[in-house]
C-alpha cells in the first residue's frame, strides 16, 4: 500500500469528472419531480443517451453531434414515459421501472457492434492564462467543455426556478395541479415539456460517461448512476445547488474509493466498491426525517375531471 | 376530439383482457423490432412461443420451462403482496443473491458431511437471507421513513459486490484450482436440490412456488391481512380509518417478499445452478416486476405470466442459436409487454368518449 502515490490535485480534478454525469442526471431530474412528476427511469434514459451519443460520434467522428444525438436519445426514450403517465395516465412508480427495464435492453441491442471501440477525444479546454495557475488551474480549469456545461446548467435551473414566471409556473403545478389548472394553466404540456428536458439531461448525462469518463461501451454501464441521481435530488432538497453539492460528494467518494483500490489499501476492492450505494443509503436515512420541502403532488397522476 | 371519463368502477372485463391485449401488441412491435433486425417476424415469433412447447425438441425445453418459471413466481407473488399496498420492493435481484449465498454457505458448511437434515437447514438458511436483505429497507422505511424503492435497490449493487467477495474469497472451491466460484452444490447430494422426477424439470423450488400461489390466494381472500393490504393499496384514508397498522404492513409485505427471493435464490443455486460465481444472477428479480404486473398482482395471473415469460427466455435461447437472434432483442421484447399493459390499463380505469362539440 502507498498512499502517497494518490495526487490530491489529480484526485480533485478527477472528482469533477467523475461528479459530472450525477449532475446531469440530477438537474434534469429536479426539473421533473419540482414539476410533480417522479420518473424512476433514470437510469433507463441514461443508458441510452450513453450508447445513442457513443454510436454518432464514432460514425460521424464528432463528439460534439454524439452529445447532442445522447440528448435527443434520452428525451425520446422520456416521450415514452409521457404516452404512459400524461397521456395513459399509468402509475409513474411503475411506468419508470418500465422505462428502465426497456432501456437497459434497447441499449444493449443497439451497442452490439460497437463493444471495444474507442470513441473520439473531445479534448480539454485550457483557459488562456488562469489554467495555468498551480493547483487551481489543473483543478478548475482544464476540463472538457461538457463539464462546464454542467454547472451552467445548474446555474440556469436555479435562476429560471427562483426568478422567472416560467419557474413560478412549474413550481405551481408541481406543488398543486388542481389549483395550476384552475388558473388557467396546462398542467399535462407543463409536465410533458419537463420530462423531456429530464431525459434529456438524463441522455447527456450517460453520454457523459460513455465518451469522456470511461470512454467505451458496455452493457449496463451507468451501473446504478441513474438511481443514485435520484436519491442525489432528494439529498438536494429539490434545490440545485445542494445537487452540485451533491454530486461533488458522491464523485469525491467513488474517485477516492478507486484511487485506494490502485493504491493497494488491505480493504478487499469488493468492500471499496460497494462503498458509494452504501453512502447513498446512509445519506438517505438522515435525511429522510424532512420530508417538508418535496413538491406536495410529487407521483400524483392529474387528471382534469371538469 | 376524445377525452377520457373516469369510471366509477374498474372495468373487469377490461382487467382481464389488458394483459392478453398486451402480449398480442408485444408480438406485433416484437415483430417489427424482429424484422428491422433482419429476420423473419413470422418465424422469430413463431419460435419463441410454439417450439419449446410443441417442436421437435420440446421433450427438452418443457421441464426448463418450470426451472426457469419457478423463481419468477416465487419472486413475484412477494412482490405483489407489497405492490399492491403501494410497497415498492425493487430490490428482488439483491435479495434472491442473498439467500443464494446463505443457502449455499450453510449447505458447504457442512461438506462432505452426509445427512438428511442439511438441505433443509440450507431452505431456512436461505429464506432467511432473503428476509434479512429485505428487512434493512423495511427498517429503514418504518423507523426513519427512508424511500424504500431507492434502498432496496441500491442493495442489489451491495449484494452484487457481496457475491463477488464470496465467489474470490469464503465460499471458493478449496479445489478449484484458483478459479472462482464455489464446489458445485449437485455433486453434493445432501445439499443438491435435485428433481424430483428425473427428466420433469420439478425441484423443491417448483413446489414451494406452487405453495407460496395458493399461500397467497388465501392470504388476499380469507385473511384478514390480506385485506388490509387490498385496502391500503385501493384506500389509503379508509385504511388508516379502519386502524390498519403501516408499519406492521410495511414488515411484513417487505419481509415475506424478501424470504421468497431468497428462497429462490437458494433452490437455483443448489439445483440448476450449482455454484455461487461471480455471474450467477441473471436478472429474474428484475424481470419478476414484469411477471408481477403481468399477473395483474393476482396469485393465479402470476401463476400464468410466469409461465409466459419463462416461455420468451427458453424460446429467446432457441431464436439465439437458430437464427441469431441477439439476446438483448429478447430483453427488448420483454421489457415491450411491461410498456403495453401499463398503456392498455388506460382502458380498465378509463372509458373513452368522443366529446360532444356543444358547449355544457
Not at chain 2, 403501494?86 to 443473491?97: F, L, M, S
Request: charged letters at 10%.
Amino acid at each position: 500500500m502507498d498512499l502517497g502515490e494518490i495526487n490530491p490535485v489529480l484526485l480533485v480534478a478527477s472528482l469533477m469528472v467523475a461528479a459530472t454525469p450525477l449532475l446531469l442526471a440530477a438537474i434534469g431530474e429536479l426539473v421533473v419531480e419540482k414539476a410533480g412528476v417522479l420518473n424512476l427511469g433514470v437510469e433507463g434514459m441514461m443508458i441510452v443517451g450513453a450508447i445513442s451519443g457513443f454510436a454518432i460520434s464514432v460514425e460521424t467522428g464528432s463528439p460534439w453531434l454524439g452529445f447532442i444525438a445522447a440528448a435527443i436519445g434520452g428525451a425520446v426514450l422520456s416521450l415514452l414515459f409521457v404516452l404512459l403517465t400524461q397521456v395513459a395516465l399509468a402509475n409513474q412508480v411503475a411506468s419508470g421501472l418500465a422505462l428502465t427495464l426497456f432501456g437497459l435492453g434497447f441499449s444493449a441491442l443497439l451497442g452490439q457492434s460497437y463493444v471495444g471501440i474507442k470513441p473520439p477525444s473531445m479534448g480539454d479546454i485550457h483557459i488562456p492564462l488562469i489554467s495555468d495557475i498551480p493547483v487551481i488551474g489543473p483543478i478548475l480549469f482544464q476540463h472538457d467543455p461538457i463539464l462546464y456545461v454542467g454547472i451552467a446548467l445548474t446555474a440556469a435551473v436555479w435562476a429560471t426556478l427562483k426568478y422567472t414566471r416560467v419557474g413560478l409556473i412549474l413550481r405551481a403545478v408541481g406543488e398543486n395541479h388542481d389549483a395550476a389548472h384552475a388558473l388557467g394553466y396546462k398542467v399535462i404540456k407543463i409536465r410533458i415539456m419537463a420530462i423531456l428536458f429530464g431525459g434529456a439531461c438524463a441522455g447527456l448525462g450517460g453520454a457523459y460517461i460513455s465518451l469522456i469518463r470511461v470512454p467505451q461501451w458496455t452493457e449496463g454501464m451507468t451501473a446504478g448512476v441513474g438511481w443514485i441521481a435520484l436519491a442525489l435530488v432528494v439529498f438536494a432538497s429539490w434545490k440545485p445547488w445542494r445537487a452540485l453539492l451533491g454530486a461533488y460528494l458522491f464523485g469525491g467518494i467513488t474517485v477516492l474509493q478507486l484511487n485506494l483500490q490502485a493504491a493497494g489499501v488491505a480493504i478487499p476492492v469488493e468492500y471499496l466498491a460497494m462503498s458509494p450505494y452504501i453512502i447513498t443509503i446512509l445519506v438517505l436515512v438522515i435525511l429522510s426525517a424532512d420530508k417538508s420541502s418535496a413538491p406536495a403532488s410529487l407521483g400524483r397522476t392529474f387528471h382534469a375531471s371538469h | 376530439m376524445i377525452v377520457l371519463e373516469k369510471r366509477p368502477q374498474p372495468s373487469k372485463a377490461w382487467s382481464y383482457a389488458t394483459p392478453l391485449v398486451a402480449v398480442v401488441a408485444t408480438m406485433l412491435f416484437g415483430g417489427i423490432l424482429f424484422a428491422i433486425l433482419g429476420k423473419n417476424p413470422v418465424e422469430a415469433i413463431g419460435t419463441i412461443f410454439w417450439e419449446p412447447l410443441f417442436g421437435e425438441f420440446a421433450f427438452y425445453y418443457r421441464p426448463q420451462l418450470l426451472v426457469k418459471g419457478a423463481p419468477l413466481v416465487l419472486i413475484a407473488i412477494g412482490l405483489s403482496l407489497g405492490f399492491r399496498a403501494g410497497i415498492w420492493n425493487i430490490g428482488a435481484e439483491g435479495q434472491y443473491i442473498m439467500g443464494a449465498i446463505f443457502g449455499a454457505g450453510a449447505g458447504l458448511a457442512f461438506y462432505p458431511l452426509d445427512a438428511f437434515y442439511i438441505f433443509p437447514i440450507m431452505v431456512i438458511a436461505g429464506a432467511f437471507g432473503g428476509w434479512l436483505w429485505a428487512m434493512i429497507p423495511a427498517f429503514l422505511k418504518v423507523r426513519f421513513g427512508t424511500n424504500e424503492i431507492l434502498v432496496s435497490l441500491m442493495l442489489v449493487y451491495v449484494a452484487e459486490q457481496m457475491l463477488a467477495s464470496v465467489s474470490l474469497g469464503l465460499l471458493k472451491n478449496p479445489e478449484g484450482f484458483g478459479f472462482p466460484g464455489s464446489r458445485n452444490l449437485q455433486a453434493y447430494d445432501s445439499a443438491h436440490n435435485a428433481e424430483l422426477i428425473a427428466g420433469s424439470g420439478m425441484h423443491w423450488g417448483v413446489v414451494t412456488a406452487l405453495i407460496a400461489v395458493i399461500f397467497a390466494y388465501v392470504l388476499l381472500n380469507r385473511h384478514m391481512l390480506g385485506f388490509h393490504i387490498r385496502l391500503t393499496g385501493e384506500a389509503p384514508r379508509a385504511a388508516k380509518f379502519a386502524g390498519v397498522n403501516p408499519a406492521r404492513l410495511i414488515l411484513f409485505c417487505l419481509g415475506v417478499s424478501g424470504a421468497l427471493a431468497g428462497l429462490a435464490g437458494m433452490f437455483e443455486v443448489s439445483g440448476p445452478s450449482g455454484v455461487v460465481s461471480i455471474d450467477f444472477n441473471v436478472g429474474y428479480g428484475f424481470t419478476a416486476i414484469i411477471v408481477a404486473f403481468l399477473g395483474r398482482l393476482h396469485p393465479v395471473g402470476i401463476l400464468l405470466a410466469g409461465g409466459l415469460m419463462a416461455l420468451t427466455y427458453i424460446g429467446g435461447e432457441i431464436a439465439q442459436s437458430q437464427l441469431g437472434l441477439p439476446a438483448a432483442a429478447i430483453q427488448v421484447f420483454q421489457g415491450m409487454l411491461l410498456f403495453f399493459l401499463l398503456a392498455f390499463d388506460l382502458l380498465t380505469n378509463y372509458r373513452i368518449r368522443a366529446a360532444r362539440s356543444e358547449v355544457a
